[in-house]
């Protein structure tokens, strides 16, 4: 969140690479000043910089005093008050046990964010540091495989000063990493089915792409395996989308270590190893390069094991992975991106009215990425973290 700051092109990023048009129009000079000054920043530059990350509008802007700022813009419908206090509560208490995090500032009504009519904001500092990632596309992987590794001893960090917040699931919250659906007592077949028919606007948007048995059937395989590791899971809170682009690092180039996190929007109570899993998932295979070879069937993807051993080996000098632990991480990896995924064909078809990429989203994000790990690519991938090799960095 920090380094020399340019104004971008008006696109944004996507799953699906870059994307001329934006889910939501960036932030205006006025609107920045009329929302800064209810958080007691009445003088503010002209914006230097729009970010590029779907789901929000973000603008990066200076103060009188020269101290540079981040301001958030979220459709209510996405994050309200009460979803940015949840996330705000959680940010404050990491802060609290001694993480680097970006603690977001206060509005003179003493809350820690604004609504004005359909939106809702929220402004952080800019931390010290280098935001290495912030022109690369979201989800891509790691520059290097000692970023893997230093990634991977931060987020081992991250869950431990994590391990003492008991707030409760936001599973019901749109666009969240949560496994809590998949716990439920009556397998995670029954939790899926219920947690996308207890949401009506959720149901309705997935059913207009497909059925709802066919989510379940493709899914089937991947809970079976998934059976035990489920059975034994210990609910904690996690970051929910750790990537590059979510750290700051510091250090000489080819040598940087992670001195921050922020963005803890997809955050939930989830386990250790499926929060591995989340954040193997976003990294370690390049979805928005698929490659097809036949008709009808999954496309290949370029995979990152080598980062992936690298990634491991940065969490271990934490917390030592069991063998069972890493079996977890392969058994929860096929299932990382289904609620989520589920979640975001309501964000296209629902709020944005865009049912191409509703169905895109569907086929290639929820069903395809699915039945990929069905392939020996997949299977060849999710053997690498089982089995512990040694990460020569």
């Not at 001694?98 to 604004?114: D, H």
């Not at 395989?221 to 809170?237: T, V």
């Not at 922020?262 to 990294?283: G, N, P, W, Y």
Request: aromatic share 10%.
């Amino acid at each position: 969140m920090s380094g020399r700051p340019k104004l971008t092109s008006p696109g944004q990023f996507g799953l699906w690479g870059r994307e001329i048009k934006r889910d939501w129009p960036l932030i205006t000079q006025d609107e920045a000043a009329l929302v800064l000054a209810a958080f007691d920043l009445p003088d503010i530059t002209p914006i230097e910089w729009h970010s590029a990350r779907p789901f929000s509008a973000v603008s990066r802007l200076s103060d009188c005093d020269g101290k540079n700022w981040f301001l958030k813009r979220h459709h209510r419908f996405l994050r309200d008050e009460s979803a940015l206090a949840e996330e705000h509560d959680l940010i404050a208490h990491l802060a609290g046990q001694g993480l680097s995090v970006a603690c977001p500032l206060e509005a003179s009504s003493g809350k820690t964010s604004l609504s004005l009519g359909e939106w809702c904001y929220e402004c952080f500092p800019a931390l010290g540091g280098n935001d290495l990632y912030r022109d690369r596309l979201s989800w891509e992987p790691y520059l290097t495989r000692h970023h893997a590794q230093e990634a991977g001893y931060a987020l081992a960090c991250l869950h431990k000063k994590a391990q003492s917040w008991n707030a409760p699931s936001r599973s019901t919250r749109p666009l969240v990493s949560s496994v809590i659906p998949l716990l439920d007592r009556h397998g995670p077949e029954t939790g899926l089915k219920d947690w996308i028919e207890d949401n009506p606007a959720l149901r309705q948007s997935v059913e207009i792409q497909g059925n709802i048995d066919d989510i379940l059937a493709t899914l089937k395989p991947l809970f079976r395996n998934a059976a035990a590791s489920l059975a034994r899971a210990e609910p904690q809170w996690g970051h929910g989308d750790w990537y590059g682009s979510n750290l700051i690092w510091q250090g000489p180039s080819g040598k940087e270590t992670v001195s921050a996190v922020f963005d803890f929007s997809m955050a939930d109570k989830t386990t250790r190893c499926f929060d591995i899993a989340v954040a193997l998932e976003r990294s370690m295979i390049d979805w928005m390069k698929p490659r097809h070879t036949l008709a009808h069937s999954p496309p290949f993807f370029r995979t990152e094991p080598e980062q992936i051993v690298a990634f491991l080996a940065g969490y271990e000098r934490s917390h030592p992975l069991t063998m069972q632990e890493r079996e977890d991480i392969a058994a929860f990896l096929p299932l990382a991106h289904v609620t989520f995924a589920c979640s975001e064909i309501w964000y296209y078809q629902a709020l944005l009215n865009a049912p191409e990429l509703a169905k895109t989203t569907y086929e290639t994000y929820l069903l395809g990425h699915a039945q990929w790990f069905g392939t020996a690519e997949g299977k060849s991938l999710l053997s690498r973290i089982v089995t512990p090799e040694r990460a020569d960095i």
